[in-house]
Nanobody
């Protein structure tokens, strides 16, 4: 089992940047594929990005490709989401998640953090 704690959310103006972090504890971090999802009230939680065990493979939602970068530091048991050129429609609660397979499907993620809110003002 792994515990996930996100941080780094906040309020930013459109066009700005934020870096989210997700610290993992518990079972070996390198056993997990890591992902970021986001959710707006009243909508389903949607996929943002995922990264393989060793960081060699990454996948992004079309809406964030070219603006967001997922990365991981296995020596620090941490995964990051660097967000640039932020838009008001990026406003959401961002969740970190862990799974065993490289997937973009929300229901295939087994462990979730509590979320960190991001608000982008216009």
């Amino acid at each position: 089992q792994v515990q996930l704690v996100e941080s780094g959310g906040g309020l930013v103006q459109a066009g700005g940047s934020l870096r989210l972090s997700c610290a993992a504890s518990g079972r070996a971090f390198t056993s997990y594929v890591m992902g970021w999802f986001r959710q707006v009230p009243g909508k389903e939680r949607e996929f943002v990005a995922t990264i393989s065990y060793d960081g060699d493979e990454t996948y992004y939602a079309g809406s964030v490709k070219g603006r967001f970068t997922i990365s991981r530091d296995n020596t620090k048991n941490t995964v990051y989401l660097q967000m640039t050129s932020l838009k008001p429609e990026d406003t959401a609660v961002y969740y970190c998640a862990a799974t065993w397979i490289l997937t973009t499907t929300r229901d295939e993620y087994d462990y979730w953090g509590q979320g960190t809110p991001v608000t982008v003002s216009s």
